[in-house]
């Protein structure tokens, strides 16, 4: 007989009704507006007036019959109050300058650079539409330029949103992301209440995502000394490839081969398996006969983020993410971003931590102790861990559970949430091994109860944290608990259809941007799917 098919997470949300509740319109309409507020202490805005008057629309015109109707983004501009976010970005983007043109509404120009995020279109196609007597009609209302007639055809130019969008830094999204989760918490609309226990605690996910620059690969060996002045070594040459002699006039500035416009970017062979063995806890080996048929060659960078579990809606919160390199692992951004959103988060208590094997460092796994959390991170093999020898000498297997004197593998007896440690013990199980003679073990005496037994906490007996685990790997716990990495596995595909598999634009710095609003627009997609479920339940 067949296997029962496994519920996809709508088939779950209408299980579970009461977790929609918040989200049927006629319960969030009570909320809204969800409003974005930044620093109240942040100076008021340098430009005295604007050419354009950005608005809060209100929600009156929402029901069951137009949000079926209305975009995501004509939704969202309804949920979200995005008036207070001026004078953070007017700090940002403008100066106190009497000389040229009156700027624009900060918040409208914001909303312009968001809508072609959500659409993926150029510049030129969102300027296009802003100004269609028809099509831009929408739009205009939506970021607070108004009719045709009465903005007398006065919209930013392509060169005046360039300019916006360029001023946008990293720390600036960071903050705006930052604040439409505040905005979602404040309303109750996570997993996390403002009004819970003090013994609630979530759960976060991280993953990351490979992402190809836009500049095309001209040398996969570039490091930051080929964008150095002549002369300089080759490290193609050092490899024994070609490489460039960089003696011409080409070569004195930075290597012809070089990608001027995306000098961070770096090239990564991507096996889709970071499980492989190491010959130093700190150092991957890979090498030719190791890639696989289905490894994938990327020059660009490397997203990381985190994801707000929810697992009663089946669903996924994304939190603002680090950004570097294509070879910039995950033990290079993890414990950053982990205490970043500790210290911008204080609401949020974290009870697991949930992370591929590519977080299976000691600055990753400590990083989720020091935070008090469950360490449900993937195993990462290690050459010792072939050996029997040496796994016995040790004191654990290769999926970190204990082993007796003898090489018998002991039983999880329990974790201790207070003393964080867990206990192990054999039970006796050489005395129900029929292969085995008994061995001679005074374990095995009436006065220990339970046999040999020991207890794991930060790290095992020899000091090692690769292996340490509160929840033992690979047990029924572990992949219940681990399995809910599934619901957060979408933000790759989110970001793929929003055309951000390819960056669509230059530079390490633009590109962390752009994918910060991809994942700005995610939420939003996120909040609208389950309004228009609930609302459809009744």
């Not at 080996?285 to 809606?313: F, K, P």
Request: aromatic content about 8%; proline content about 7%.
């Amino acid at each position: 007989m067949s296997k029962t098919k496994t519920p996809t997470a709508i088939e779950k949300r209408e299980q579970n009704g009461k977790a929609l509740e918040p989200f049927a319109l006629d319960n969030l309409k009570e909320k809204l507006p969800l409003v974005l507020s930044p620093d109240p202490n942040l100076p008021p805005s340098p430009k005295s007036g604007y050419r354009s008057t950005y608005r809060y629309l209100g929600c009156d015109d929402l029901n069951e019959e137009t949000i079926e109707v209305f975009s995501p983004f004509e939704i969202s501009i309804r949920l979200f109050d995005y008036s207070p976010l001026e004078p953070l970005l007017a700090a940002h983007i403008y100066v106190d300058s009497a000389k040229g043109q009156v700027p624009f509404h900060p918040v409208g120009m914001y909303l312009l650079s968001l809508y072609r995020r959500e659409r993926n279109l150029s510049r030129h196609e969102v300027l296009r539409i802003l100004g269609h007597p028809e099509e831009g009609r929408v739009l205009r209302r939506c970021a607070g330029f108004g009719e045709l007639e009465q903005a007398g055809n006065d919209f930013p130019g392509e060169s005046g949103l360039r300019y916006f969008e360029k001023q946008l830094t990293p720390e600036l999204q960071q903050e705006i992301n930052a604040l439409q989760v505040d905005a979602l918490y404040q309303a109750g609309l996570l997993p996390t209440k403002p009004d819970a226990e003090e013994d609630t605690k979530a759960t976060l996910s991280f993953d990351g995502m490979l992402h190809q620059a836009r500049s095309r690969l001209r040398c996969s060996s570039v490091k930051d000394s080929c964008y150095q002045a002549a002369p300089r070594p080759c490290p193609a040459k050092e490899k024994g490839k070609q490489g460039c002699d960089c003696l011409d006039d080409e070569c004195a500035e930075a290597c012809r081969y070089t990608t001027a416009r995306d000098p961070e970017a770096r090239f990564v062979v991507y096996t889709g398996n970071n499980k492989r063995a190491k010959t130093s806890p700190n150092t991957p080996v890979q090498t030719r006969n190791q890639r696989s048929r289905a490894s994938r060659m990327v020059y660009g960078y490397y997203s990381y983020a985190g994801q707000l579990l929810d697992d009663e809606l089946a669903t996924y919160w994304v939190l603002p993410a680090a950004f570097g390199p294509a070879t910039c692992g995950d033990p290079a951004l993890f414990p950053d971003n982990l205490a970043y959103l500790q210290r911008r988060f204080p609401w949020l208590r974290i009870g697991e931590v949930l992370a591929d094997a590519g977080a299976c460092e000691q600055t990753c796994l400590d990083a989720i102790w020091e935070a008090g959390a469950l360490r449900m991170v993937d195993i990462c093999a290690h050459e010792s861990d072939k050996d029997p020898d040496i796994r016995l000498a040790r004191g654990y297997d290769e999926k970190g559970h204990p082993l007796c004197p003898f090489g018998y593998v002991l039983h999880a007896n329990g974790h201790d949430y207070g003393r964080r440690r867990t206990k192990w013990r054999c039970a006796k199980c050489c005395q129900r091994d029929s292969e085995k003679p008994i061995p001679t073990c005074d374990y095995l005496k009436a006065d220990y109860k339970h046999g040999y037994t020991t207890t794991v906490g930060r790290a095992h007996s020899d000091g090692s944290v690769r292996l340490a685990r509160e929840i033992p790997n690979g047990s029924p716990a572990w992949e219940e608990r681990y399995g809910r990495r599934n619901s957060a596995e979408s933000r790759n595909g989110c970001l793929e259809r929003l055309g951000l598999k390819r960056m669509p634009v230059h530079g390490l710095t633009s590109c962390h941007v752009t994918v910060l609003q991809g994942d700005f627009v995610a939420n939003q997609r996120t909040l609208v799917r389950l309004i228009r479920e609930a609302t459809a339940l009744g």
